[in-house]
């Protein structure tokens, strides 16, 4: 997959991504299972957590452009009554992306809104919302599926968009690189690789031809290589940099993970 998706194949990978969830948290012996990677969270949380998640970003998307979290956000996420019954609450959950997709499609990709990440190289818009609520979605059914001990890498498509989701939306900032300047390259095992360059003038992020096996990464300060999905998984902290292969300079990558650019 060399072109990013286009808004109706983000609409679908939401409700797909989505009804993997309910399977997965179906199939759960309890929702009362700490989810290992969501500290404190048991996994009645992390549904609400996902379906309140659908519900906000709705209403952020319904409510168009703005300088800050609309009133409508904050009222849908305060105003949550989600049950506690299993097939209730997965009906709740299938509701909440249900809306969601309603207001996303109402929208279109280009009608603009407010998001979190304003500095970043991803839109504000309700295409952009659309690619990151995939990845959310995503990850957060891997979750499920690592509560009960049988973790699933994502879909090869999913993952291919997800590394460079995340690195254009989470680690691209005007914001300055505090230390000396560098750049780490992400390398996918299907064939896509990318460039974060870390200087004065911020973050940055850039494709670059795939990895042979035999490249020098001469400007690379560190790279890491692995499936798609691994890099994914490794972005979202719920592996260590040292499960994948990684050349150059690993502490760097410690550096990367403790930056916190100012907003």
């Keep these: 997959m060399d072109k990013n998706f286009e808004f109706p194949d983000l609409l679908r990978l939401i409700d797909e991504r989505s009804a993997a969830f309910r399977a997965a948290v179906a199939a759960a012996p309890s929702l009362d299972a700490q989810v290992p990677s969501c500290p404190g969270w048991t996994l009645f949380d992390l549904v609400k957590h996902l379906g309140g998640g659908d519900r906000f970003w709705a209403a952020i998307v319904g409510a168009g452009p703005a300088d800050g979290p609309p009133a409508e956000a904050a009222a849908a996420r305060a105003a949550l009554d989600v049950p506690r019954e299993r097939t209730a609450l997965l009906a709740w959950l299938a509701a909440s992306t249900q809306l969601l997709l309603s207001t996303l499609r109402e929208a279109g990709p280009e009608r603009g809104c407010w998001t979190w990440w304003p500095g970043s190289q991803s839109p504000q818009t309700a295409g952009g919302v659309a690619r990151h609520r995939v990845q959310e979605t995503a990850m957060h059914t891997y979750d499920v599926q690592l509560t009960e001990g049988a973790p699933q890498p994502l879909p090869v498509e999913v993952a291919l968009d997800g590394v460079e989701e995340f690195l254009f939306t989470v680690c691209a ?91």
């Design 173 to 263: 900032t005007p914001s300055a690189w505090p230390h000396k300047p560098t750049a780490f390259d992400f390398h996918a095992a299907e064939g896509r690789s990318w460039r974060l360059t870390v200087d004065g003038d911020g973050a940055r992020v850039t494709r670059i031809p795939a990895a042979t096996g035999d490249d020098p990464d001469d400007a690379a300060g560190a790279s890491i290589r692995g499936t798609a999905s691994e890099l994914v998984i490794y972005l979202y902290d719920r592996i260590p940099a040292d499960s994948l292969h990684v050349d150059g300079d690993a502490g760097l990558l410690d550096l990367l993970r403790a930056w916190e650019p100012e907003e």
